[in-house]
């Protein structure tokens, strides 16, 4: 597991979280990290996590990373660590509502639309600001907003990744001024992939999500 350990050095250098991830791998590939002194992991669907969960030790730290029904919440809210995806008010009500009844604050991250590709998920700027500004906002006691993720477009060209991480390095900071100006909770800007993490780095990133560079190619 040198690449691990490569990695958490690079990363460790530039004050940068990883989250590794471990979706379509089992258990045993994860405890071959955790082993390595790997905590944080992320899923990205999460009937898988739900099956890995119970298998695996009870200090990992679970990142569900992508999008999450409003039927599904009950069943991550009482270990998940922290939500990367939230995507729409509807969501975080949701979350909000399954965490006081098991008395948890859940930590969440807004999911923005950055890629200049059609993606199916992920808020624009006017549904975020509407989110935060909406008069019930305030009485969600439950969740923590821990700051924003986003994915780039899948492509080779180094300028319109740049320009997209750019645009969310840019809500990041919009966000923190307007809404989280006296928060320490505010605080994590999740982007990078294994292709693009570098660049991601370079742009701002506290958090990378990086699978195949240390599970090796997905099937
Ligand atoms: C799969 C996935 C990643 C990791 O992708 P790699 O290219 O394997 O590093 C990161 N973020 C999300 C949301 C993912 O679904």
């Not at 859940?106 to 992920?122: N, T, V, Y």
């Not at 909770?185 to 990133?205: K, N, P, Q, T, V």
């Amino acid at each position: 597991m040198e690449k691990l350990l490569t990695l958490q050095e690079e990363l460790t250098e530039a004050k940068v979280k990883l989250v590794a991830v471990s979706k379509t791998h089992g258990p045993e590939a994860i405890l071959r990290l955790y082993r390595e002194g790997q905590r944080d992991f992320g899923e990205n669907r999460v009937q898988e996590l739900l099956e890995k969960q119970p298998v695996l030790p009870a200090d990992i730290r679970w990142h569900l990373i992508g999008h999450l029904q409003t039927n599904k919440v009950k069943y991550v809210v009482p270990f998940v660590h922290l939500i990367h995806a939230v995507d729409s008010p509807k969501l975080l009500f949701e979350i909000d509502r399954r965490a006081e009844a098991i008395g948890r604050v859940i930590p969440c991250l807004l999911q923005f639309k950055i890629a200049e590709e059609e993606s199916k998920f992920g808020l624009s700027w006017e549904e975020a600001t509407q989110l935060l500004e909406d008069p019930r906002f305030p009485e969600l006691k439950h969740v923590l907003i821990a700051g924003v993720m986003g994915m780039g477009t899948l492509t080779d060209d180094e300028a319109q990744t740049r320009r997209e991480f750019r645009t969310l390095k840019r809500y990041f900071d919009q966000l923190k001024s307007t809404f989280f100006p006296d928060s320490d909770s505010f605080r994590e800007l999740s982007m990078g992939m294994s292709d693009d993490y570098h660049l991601a780095i370079e742009e701002g990133s506290t958090m990378v999500r990086i699978g195949s560079l240390l599970f090796g190619e997905r099937e």
